[in-house]
Nanobody
Framework: QVQLVESGGGSVQAGGSLRLACAAS????????RGWFRQAPGKEREFVAA????????YYADSVKGRFTISRDNVKNTVYLQMMSLKPEDTAVYYC????????????????WGQGTQVTVSS
């Protein structure tokens, strides 16, 4: 059974940092692109960051560029999202995802999803 499990969410003050992790199980995801998305209350799920299977290519939403860093450890089957200089508008449930075919920015590019982890940034 394929599972993606996020961890590392929590509550921080503006300007703080968090590191999210997404551990995969049930199969090896080294050939899959991995992504992070987020969804704030009342809003659609939006793209945050993505990384190619090898880790050579990364993509970011403009709103997080320069503050967030996506990385992966294919030995551990885990993808990370280092978040720095957090802002109240970063408050959302963060989801990790895996794609068989494309390092994309759309939710329909991804085949597997985690359950999400809450990130709350207070001003």
């Amino acid at each position: 059974q394929v599972q993606l499990v996020e961890s590392g969410g929590g509550s921080v003050q503006a300007g703080g940092s968090l590191r999210l992790a997404c551990a995969a199980s049930g199969r090896t995801f080294s050939s899959y692109a991995r992504g992070w998305f987020r969804q704030a209350p009342g809003k659609e799920r939006e793209f945050v960051a993505a990384i190619s299977p090898s880790g050579d290519s990364t993509y970011y939403a403009d709103s997080v560029k320069g503050r967030f860093t996506i990385s992966r450890d294919n030995v551990k089957n885990t993808v990370y999202l280092q978040m720095m200089s957090l802002k109240p508008e970063d408050t959302a449930v963060y989801y990790c995802a895996a794609s068989r075919s494309i390092t994309g920015t759309r939710t329909d590019n991804y085949n597997f999803w985690g359950q999400g982890t809450q990130v709350t940034v207070s001003s």
